[in-house]
């Protein structure tokens, strides 16, 4: 890590540049967006209850980011779920600790928001990334399902 302090924060409308190239460096064969889409879909995501896109930044710089998806819910006595998706971290910046600096502020977030569990899928089959969700506190202990629309 550089001397720069680590800021943990929300994401807010000035953030789209830095998001798009971690989004870019998260799945690269993702069509371009142009910029009228792009901040469409921030604005919604900006809006969505329960929804927060989370940042590590260093300096001025978006260096990691996960989005956190709070879910109500009617069962265990009413207590919301919590996803984390696009977990990405800045090629040049991982193996430094930001990314599960950003992946822990968004599980701290759910369980303060009294969520009974914080699940996430990963697609990657890489040793390393499972062992970075252990290193976060998650345990693989549950198999998932998914459906695209292609």
Known sequence: MSSKPI???AAGAGDLAGLLELYRALNPSDPEMTAEEA?????AMLTQP????FLATEGEEAVATATLQIVPN???AARSYALIENVVTLENRRGHGY???????AVEAAFAANCYKVMLLTGRQRPEVHA???SCGFV????????RQD
Not at 39 to 43: E, M, N, Q
Not at 50 to 53: E, H, I, K, M, S
Request: hydrophobic content about 35%.
């Open 74 to 76: 009617l069962t265990r």
């Open 50 to 53: 329960g929804l927060t896109v």
């Open 132 to 134: 970075f969700y252990e």
């Open 39 to 43: 901040s469409t879909a921030f604005s």
């Open 99 to 105: 990314g599960r600096a950003v992946v822990c502020h």
């Open 7 to 9: 800021v943990l924060r």
């Open 140 to 147: 693989q202990n549950k198999t998932g399902f998914q459906k």
